[in-house]
């Protein structure tokens, strides 16, 4: 399987041209789609992260009336690939949209690191 690396935890597999993950190797969905899409999703509570280091009401978190954290895990081996901060009710955001055909010219340019997995 030849795959690029896209960010530490998502690779594509140019062989399939689907989105996977690097820790298992576990298709997440088409590099056509959202990859995101492909994950199992949590929405957590920005307090349940952001704790309190002192003893009082106030905290450094978003107030989880206005803000929740999206997290995104392979389906197969359940390593966190991505989160993100988003205000409620806003849509899962598409933040990587690649190019396949100019990914391929890349590469072929000698320009993209890839890696080679058994
Ligand atoms: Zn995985």
């Known amino acids: 399987m030849v795959s690029v690396e896209i960010t530490p935890y998502l690779d594509i597999n140019l062989d399939s041209e689907m989105w996977v993950c ?25 307090s349940e992260i952001h704790h309190s280091e002192i003893d009082t009401e106030y905290k450094f978190s978003p107030d989880p009336k206005w803000c929740k954290i999206i997290e995104f895990y392979c389906p197969h081996c359940g390593i966190m690939i ?19 055909d100019q990914l391929r010219t890349k590469i072929s340019e000698g320009s993209i690191h890839l890696r080679t997995k058994p």
């Open 22 to 46: 690097s820790s298992c190797n576990g298709d997440l969905i088409d590099c056509n789609s959202n990859y995101k899409t492909g994950c199992t999703i949590a929405e957590r509570d920005p």
């Open 82 to 100: 991505e989160n993100e901060y988003l205000p409620l009710g806003h849509p899962i955001t598409h933040d990587i949209d690649i190019d396949i």
